[in-house]
């Protein structure tokens, strides 16, 4: 799997901040339609499927592709009924492609989709950081972080108020820009029969988790919170709410770990923020 180095990070957020600076956008929130009319970038109303089944790629590969850039017409293509939350990050990671000048340089010759597998997807991750580094305005992300506690509450504020950002972007861009050690739990009801998600379940799966760079560990994805677990609770009884609690984990030596966390329910996710998980500590008795 390819990796974004800590060098090409760097070019990439000095690259974002070109695009803010050119461009005139100041301040958060950044308005995706307006910084692809910047760009000269125009949305086209051609069907998306319509433009794969061209490109002869496997349905498998297709059906992840969310959008199109076509930076000799300077035209995008989004697929149809996209959540508009996926459409808006959609559309400053495809000025990403547009704008970096070592991928547009190429892009420009020859299609994204032509490329080879590696440098397509080092390519994707790529145009993912300079969409996080854009909408959250580089350096300014740290410095509005550091005006409020540390914590959910803190990410949801900043997400509803001051970059207009989706919470599972917003949370991402938090634990990956966390000094402190924490990890970030995403949950989903579980699905059930036939693989359909049920809304109300009565139970959560985890689906995947977004660490810190100094948090340390493994918590595997698929594991299930049952009815009687604090995150079901969470889901069912709590929305839009921050609540506190802990988080147990057994370890292969059979000792258990506890953590710190507060969960978050937007009604399609759980999102639970741990810190490192610590040993418990033994009862001193007097
Ligand atoms: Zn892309």
């Not at 990050?89 to 590696?118: A, D, R, V």
């Not at 397509?120 to 959250?136: I, S, T």
């Not at 359909?196 to 995947?208: K, Y």
């Not at 370890?251 to 759980?270: G, H, I, K, P, Q």
Request: negative net charge; hydrophobic residues 40%; proline residues 7%.
């Amino acid at each position: 799997m390819p990796k974004v180095s800590v060098a090409m990070r760097s070019d990439i957020c000095s690259q974002a901040a070109k695009f803010l600076s050119e461009h005139g956008f100041e301040a958060p929130p950044l308005p995706p339609d307006q910084a692809l009319q910047a760009r000269k970038l125009e949305v086209t109303q051609l069907s998306l499927d319509d433009l794969l089944i061209k490109a002869h790629l496997p349905p498998e590969h297709s059906k992840r592709i969310q959008a199109m850039l076509d930076t000799q017409e300077r035209a995008v293509t989004f697929r149809n009924g996209l959540p508009v939350q996926q459409r808006n990050w959609g559309s400053l990671h495809e000025i990403g492609h547009e704008f970096l000048p070592w991928q547009s340089q190429l892009i420009y010759y020859c299609p994204l989709l032509m490329l080879p597998l590696n440098i397509q997807e080092q390519f994707e991750m790529e145009a993912d950081v300079f969409a996080a580094e854009a909408f959250f305005f580089g350096d300014r992300f740290a410095k509005y972080t550091a005006q409020g506690d540390w914590g959910l509450a803190t990410a949801v504020d900043l997400a509803d108020n001051v970059f207009e950002t989706s919470l599972h972007a917003t949370f991402r861009h938090y634990v990956e820009n966390s000094e402190k050690a924490c990890c970030l739990l995403v949950w989903r009801p579980e699905p059930k029969d036939g693989g359909l998600w049920i809304p109300g379940a009565n139970s959560m799966m985890l689906q995947h988790y977004i660490k810190s760079p100094t948090f340390r560990g493994h918590i595997n994805p698929g594991q299930i919170a049952d009815s009687d677990d604090i995150i079901t609770k969470v889901f069912c009884d709590t929305p839009n709410k921050v609540v506190k609690h802990t988080m147990e984990f057994k370890r292969n030596t059979c000792d258990t770990l506890v953590a710190d966390a507060e969960s978050y329910s937007n009604s399609y996710n759980v999102f639970t923020l741990i810190s490192q998980p610590q040993p418990i500590k033994p009862m001193v008795s007097a």
